[in-house]
């Protein structure tokens, strides 16, 4: 079984530019979260999808987006990129029948200059 | 609003000691509380995944318990090794299992 995989695994932007960041999540996971991590911080929740839907929002600006396709995997889409963005981008994938256990991918690493 | 706390932020053992992780939550309406590992630049890694209706999990030399009217959980990790050192989250699930919520972690090195 594969485990939950996100690409790029780091990306330099310019502040103001657009970023998709992808995640494929792990095999019979019907669930996708994304999660903004700062140095030396605790991951922040910022959505999550489920069939396709948002099931759930953090406290991130609507320029922050997302999308699930049918085949469960995800995008984050960040617009107008500002240098506090910068962080690592985590996705989680679950589902209801392992109780919301929640894997995690190796994460993007997100440096806006 | 739920906050989750973990004490101490940073620990420093010899090799071979037994330690406990330390993880508080202030609302115990929870559907679950998970456990992970983080080394540094990397992604999380799930350690003991414990349900609202559970007591403790044991994985290995690792043991997880629950005390959700009292909003605590405890990770017990016995006979440390060098290679335990890494970051140790703590995670609680609410909203019917939409959300998580971290505290900020435990700094664990264990020392030869």
């Known amino acids: 079984e594969t485990g939950v995989t996100q690409s790029p695994t780091h990306l330099i932007k310019t502040r103001g530019q657009q970023v998709t960041l992808r995640c494929s999540s792990q095999?019979?996971?019907?669930?996708v979260s994304w999660y903004q991590q700062a140095l030396g911080q605790g991951p922040q929740f910022i959505f999550q999808?489920?069939?396709?839907?948002?099931?759930g929002r953090g406290n991130f600006p609507p320029r922050f987006s997302g999308l699930q396709f049918p085949n469960y995997s995800s995008e984050l889409n960040v617009n107008a990129l500002e240098l506090d963005d910068s962080a690592l981008y985590l996705c989680?994938?679950?589902?209801?029948?392992?109780?919301?256990?929640?894997?995690f991918g190796s994460g993007t690493r997100l440096t806006v200059v | 609003k739920q906050e989750v706390t973990q004490i101490p932020a940073a620990l420093s053992v010899p090799e071979g000691e037994n330690l406990v992780l330390n993880c508080s939550f202030t609302?115990?309406?929870?559907?679950?509380l998970q456990w992970f590992r983080q080394d540094p630049g990397k992604g999380l890694t799930s350690l003991l995944l414990?349900?609202?209706?559970?007591r403790e999990q044991t994985s290995g030399r690792l043991n997880a318990s629950l005390d959700k009217s009292s909003g605590r959980s405890t990770l017990y990790i016995a006979a440390s090794q060098p290679g335990d050192s890494a970051t140790y989250l703590c995670?609680?699930?609410?909203?019917?299992?939409?959300?998580?919520?971290f505290g900020t972690g435990t700094q664990l090195k264990v020392e030869l």
């Open positions: 989680a994938s679950s589902t209801r029948d392992l109780g919301y256990g929640y894997t």
């Open positions: 095999s019979g996971h019907n669930t």
């Open positions: 999808y489920y069939r396709e839907e948002e099931n």
């Open positions: 609302d115990s309406a929870i559907y679950n």
């Open positions: 414990i349900q609202s209706s559970q």
């Open positions: 995670a609680v699930c609410t909203g019917g299992g939409n959300k998580l919520t």
